[in-house]
């Protein structure tokens, strides 16, 4: 495995400086464009699998977390409040209580279920310096997250389409998760609510995992204070484990916060909250890739996607061409000019680059490019349009493949 705090700083992707502090990372461009695509893919799943994007404030008074619970079974995970003309604020600990407000923001009939409401956001923990390192231990986190508010009957279907995105997403990221971790409460004194929920939301839970084929293993004391979850399990460093994603059902809040839909009966009944990250926080997810692909993403998250290298400086306009053809159909693409560097140099340079357009004289006459791929296989030269054609359809699905069906070197 690769060391993702080695590698950020090595390909330019994050950064610290100590007048920001201890786990307060800064994204630099290139690290930018990786969330940047992430997040965009992470949105559109979302968007198609029937998700509504919000976005709501990364602080509120102190009271949300007391009616959430946060206050009285998370607060040492939590900021200490902020005295603002006598009204005490708090760094958000979670997204779940300001969604839980915008479900309330007005009645809701059994027709609106489920609701599924997403947002990527800044959430906060007050986490102790010594610990912080990276993008895995951070204070300041960029939550991929989402809540579904729905009947009772309809949590299983839910939890497993959430799960479904899951592993949708996995497979576009390259990400193998190492197992499933059904996470239930504990003994201590942390968790919140009614045993039989609990019981209920484990059971359902266990199910969607059984369904779905995966073997799991139940962890007590791993649960959030308010439900049980499933955690997905990936390899860290040292051999040690993180959860990435996660689905949680929680009967608690929805309790606490008085939430309620109008039934086909036309009496009020309380909905239940499906808690779901499909790739948790942008921080580390983006860890845990670099720390398997060591810098060479998958092409559709790479910083920069293509490199193009004319041969000489009598081909340097139309390789500025190209790329800007290139970053007019989306694509995140970069001219390694002649005075970078030899040929060689230029293509070792951009070895984590997936598509290298190589334009000597011959392509130039012929409005043709020649691509090395980052894995050393080359395609044979052809026409500008048709490449770009080809590159942009392989980003545009997500595909892990650089090239299907290129053989030769
Ligand atoms: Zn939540």
């Not at 940047?36 to 994007?53: F, M, N």
């Not at 760094?91 to 300001?98: A, D, I, M, N, V």
């Not at 997403?118 to 960029?142: D, F, N, P, Q």
Request: net charge neutral; proline share 6%.
């Amino acid at each position: 495995m690769f060391d993702h705090r080695k590698l950020g700083r090595e390909l330019e992707l994050f950064d610290t400086d100590p007048l920001i502090g201890a786990g307060l990372p800064y994204w630099l461009p290139a690290g930018a464009a990786i969330r940047h695509a992430l997040e965009e893919y992470v949105r559109d799943t979302e968007r198609q699998a029937g998700y509504r994007h919000v976005y709501s404030p990364v602080l509120a008074k102190r009271e949300l977390y007391e009616i959430s619970g946060h206050w009285a079974h998370y607060r040492d995970g939590m900021y200490p409040p902020m005295d603002v003309g006598g009204e005490q604020v708090v760094l958000r600990p979670s997204l779940c209580p300001h969604h839980a407000l915008i479900y309330r923001s007005r009645s809701r009939s059994y027709r609106e279920l489920p609701l599924r409401i997403a947002e990527l956001g800044g959430m906060y923990r007050s986490e102790l310096s010594g610990v912080l390192g990276g993008l895995t231990r951070v204070r300041s986190i960029a939550l991929n997250d989402a809540h579904i508010f729905c009947a009772p009957d309809q949590v299983a279907a839910e939890a497993a389409a959430a799960l479904g995105l899951i592993r949708q997403a996995y497979r576009a990221l390259g990400i193998e998760p190492v197992r499933y971790r059904l996470s239930l409460a504990g003994s201590s004194g942390k968790y919140a609510g009614e045993r039989e929920h609990w019981d209920r939301a484990a059971a359902i839970l266990a199910d969607v995992l059984a369904s779905a084929g995966l073997d799991f293993e139940a962890e007590p004391g791993e649960a959030a204070f308010y439900g049980p979850k499933i955690d997905v399990q990936v390899a860290g460093r040292a051999e040690r484990e993180t959860s990435l994603s996660t689905i949680q059902v929680d009967f608690y809040q929805p309790e606490r916060f008085g939430l309620q839909y109008v039934g086909p009966d036309g009496g009020r009944h309380r909905p239940v909250m499906v808690h779901h990250s499909i790739v948790g926080s942008a921080e580390r997810a983006v860890a845990h890739l670099i720390d398997t692909c060591g810098g060479a993403f998958p092409g559709w998250l790479a910083p920069v996607q293509l490199a193009v290298l004319p041969i000489g400086e009598a081909e340097l306009a139309p390789a500025e061409a190209f790329a800007r053809e290139a970053r007019r159909r989306g694509l995140r693409a970069e001219v390694a000019r002649p005075e970078d560097g030899s040929l060689g140099a230029r293509i070792r340079a951009g070895r984590l680059v997936p598509y290298q357009a190589v334009i000597g004289a011959s392509e130039a006459a012929a409005g043709q490019v020649a691509l090395r791929l980052r894995d050393g296989r080359r395609v044979p030269a052809m026409a500008a349009d048709q490449a770009l054609d080809r590159i942009a359809a392989l980003v545009g699905v997500q595909s892990t493949e650089l090239w299907p069906g290129a053989t030769g070197r």
